[in-house]
């Protein structure tokens, strides 16, 4: 079993920087797709970012030039560095993991793990 964590939510206004963190721990050999999704309140979970194990990135429209999805050389912990932060991005942002490199990354019900969630809020 993947356990996961996030951290490095915060407030922070328009404008704005902000780095996310995720560090997976237990289970985490062979190759596996990692991912950030958020969730404003009343919203469906929607994608932002994911990263194959080979490399390749996606992101959603509505985040691409501004946030960039990384990961450590040990490959253990998932980086999504967000610039020109916009109210919009309110969010609680969560880290997700699944065993394999499909064309699925962007569904929410592909993953089999999760963080908690971290907190980004975004003031105008």
């Known amino acids: 079993q993947v356990q996961l964590v996030e951290s490095g939510g915060g407030l922070v206004q328009a404008g704005g920087s902000l780095r996310l963190s995720c560090v997976a721990s237990?289970?985490?050999?062979?190759?596996?797709?990692m991912s950030w999704f958020r969730q404003a309140p009343g919203k469906e979970r929607e994608f932002v970012a994911a990263?194959?194990?080979?490399?390749?990135?996606f992101y959603a429209d509505s985040v691409k030039g501004r946030f960039t999805i990384s990961r450590d050389n040990a490959q253990k912990t998932v980086y999504l560095q967000m610039s020109s932060l916009k109210p919009d991005d309110t969010a609680v942002y969560y880290c997700?993991?699944?065993?394999?490199?499909?064309?699925?990354?962007?569904?929410?019900?592909?993953?089999?793990?999760w963080g908690q969630g971290t907190q980004v809020t975004v003031s105008p």
């Open positions: 990263l194959y194990s080979e490399g390749s990135r």
């Open positions: 997700g993991l699944k065993g394999s490199d499909t064309n699925s990354y962007h569904l929410s019900v592909a993953y089999n793990y």
């Open positions: 237990g289970r985490t050999s062979g190759m596996y797709t």
